[in-house]
């Protein structure tokens, strides 16, 4: 077991006498996926709105929010593939509720961004329109190359199931 499962499985208090039951398990890891979803929609919801309602202040904590929110969700990913999980491939991603989630992190960070560099910038955009443009065009590169990852990783696993597949239909004969 690696040191970031043990890690993981100390922070759940995952070896308690509690999850030996079958639906105790099931309903909690229900009520914790509720509470997690939960988290994740408030805290977007608050990063959002606080760049525009509580100004510099409210950017700093917004971009507080968003790097705990990352944070926590790629310890779930990270968790979940450490099991042998890899919601990527397992998920349906394209929802009309991953497309809000990512409007209301834009809408958030770019406030916030925008906020910032317009309080420690003293006002000036051409700084922030060059940097936009690098993040417009490293943002670009880095959907591309997910885009790619993604569909090699497609294609290796259909490739892997081509050849259990087979390796079966040859241990039968």
Known sequence: MSAFTKAARFVGDLDDDFYADELQRDIWNEASA????????????????????????????????????LTVANVVVGYARARGIDMYTSQKLRRSRIGVLV??????????????????????????LFGAGIGLVGGLAGVVVGIRGRRRQARQAEHAAELAEQRAFDTDE
């Open 34 to 69: 509720v509470g997690f979803q939960s988290l994740l929609w408030i805290g977007m919801i608050a990063g959002a709105v606080l760049p525009f309602a509580a100004g510099v202040t409210g950017a700093w904590v917004a971009l507080g929010i968003f790097v705990a929110l």
């Open 103 to 128: 409007v209301l992190y834009l809408v958030g960070a770019g406030g916030a961004g925008l906020r910032l560099l317009l309080h420690y910038g003293h006002g000036r955009l051409a700084p922030i």
